[in-house]
């Protein structure tokens, strides 16, 4: 698996949590219940995703872990010694960092939406 395709799995299972199991919590936090229920009922499959809450997120972790290792090794191999190619090279390996740390941020957001809010409130 290349660099950025472990990005953008990553990506992908941490926005999965993000809809499976923070969307509620945030329409709760709101106070927009009303408009989480009008919602389930146009996606019924929100209230199936949220039964497997915890196996989401544990997945969307492994994946950003394994993203994250895959991102790191990548970052220290060296550049093609081509100006071009080494330029193209060294932009795919910035924009595949900023694309991890949005992984990241998303998933980070999800599960303090996810667990630690709805403990608080």
Do not use: W
């Amino acid at each position: 698996m290349n660099d950025k395709a472990s990005n953008y799995f990553s990506l992908f299972a941490s926005s999965s949590t993000l809809i499976c199991c923070a969307l509620p919590a945030i329409f709760v936090a709101l106070g927009a219940g009303a408009s989480f229920a009008s919602l389930i009922t146009i996606f019924p499959f929100l209230v199936t995703l949220s039964q497997y809450k915890l196996y989401i997120t544990l997945f969307a972790f492994l994946m950003i872990v394994i993203a994250g290792y895959i991102n790191y090794k990548t970052y220290y191999m060296p550049c093609p010694a081509d100006p071009e190619l080494g330029r193209a090279c060294t932009e795919t390996r910035k924009k595949s960092r900023y694309l991890y740390y949005i992984s990241v941020a998303i998933f980070l957001f999800a599960v303090i939406f996810t667990y630690i809010v709805p403990r608080v409130i």
